[in-house]
C-alpha cells in the first residue's frame, strides 16, 4: 500500500507560523550573522593574499640568494 498526498489533500493541512514581528526578528538576526560570518570570510581571504604574497617574496629571495636555505 502506497501512502499518498494529493493537492485537494495537502491544501487542507495547516502550517503553524510565528507571529509577523517574530519573523521579522529572525530575519533580523539572519541577516546580521550572515554579514558577520561573511566579513570572518573576506577576512580570512585577505590573510590568504597575504600569506601567497609572503611565500612569494621568501621564494624569491631564497633564488636570489637574499636568504639562505
Known sequence: MRLRLYFDEF???KIPY???EE???I???IDRTTAEIDEVIAQQYRVIETLKE???ILIS???TGKIKV
Open 11 to 13: 491544501g487542507n493541512i
Open 23 to 25: 519573523q521579522q526578528r
Open 27 to 29: 530575519v533580523t538576526f
Open 61 to 63: 629571495n631564497a633564488v
Open 18 to 20: 510565528p507571529p509577523f
Open 54 to 56: 609572503f611565500k612569494q
